[in-house]
């Protein structure tokens, strides 16, 4: 779809919570009328409506997804189809009914639980500020193939994690440095370096607003059917203790986190 520089410009100053379904609406009803350019106009008239109709909009969470399937090339696709099951479940958690006996008619934008699913750790969806971020992973696994030396593997590598002894040569990869992005398999031409552990990092109670917080990380790696059952926990507590549509990091304990670490485990890895 084509935009008018105006109109471009004009959607850059649309408030950035509102923007991406401003624009989707806007490019959605263009398509439907068989116009061919969105212009300024049209820009105007569809963000007074979207804002004059906030509460009718309102569905009680919100899902972000970053441009992964799109055919990002740093995708990490665990093949588990994680972002469908993600929106069936917050469906049926009918959320919108208990921020309405909450929160009251009025709602906002700024009262659903917002989840975000990255597909790799650049966290282009912003994970880090959601109620629940999601981020795939994965690890690399030193298998029993010869290693060439290349070192692909350490330039592909942005942490910094990996290096390759020399000495056989063998490569070796720092755990505390690795953000499990992957890549370094993707580089390695001799399956030295393999897929390990593949699945997702999860991040709780981030939040902007007047108290901004970054989300704070379960330890681990999990796989999809955890990552459910996390946040079926999640909003468990949710609906237990909210009473007027506060932010879920608002409402998390540290022993919750200590609970959360407890009940749920993280698939096995070992370099
Ligand atoms: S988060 Fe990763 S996979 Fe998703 S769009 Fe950004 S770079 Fe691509
Ligand atoms: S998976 Fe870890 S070691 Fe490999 S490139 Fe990414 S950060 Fe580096
Ligand atoms: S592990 Fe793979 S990429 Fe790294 S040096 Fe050995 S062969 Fe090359």
Redesign the pocket.
Known sequence: MQWSPEAEEAIQKVPFFVRKRVRARLEKEARKAGVPQITLAEVKATQQRYLSGMAAEVKGYRLETCFGPSGCPNRIDAGDHLAGRLETLLEKADLLSLLRRRVGPDLKFHHEIRVALADC?NACSQPQIKDIGIIAA???QITAAECSGCEA?VQ???????RVDTDGPRPL??PA?????????Q?CPTGT?AEGAKGYRVQLGGKLGRHPRLARELPGIYDAETVLAIIQACLEIYRRRSRHGERLGALLTPTDFEDFARRFAPLDHTV
Do not use: F, N
């Open positions: 750790p994965c690890l690399p593997c592909s590598c942005q942490e910094d994690a990996v990869i720092d440095r690795c953000c499990a992005c992957g890549q370094c398999v580089a370096l």
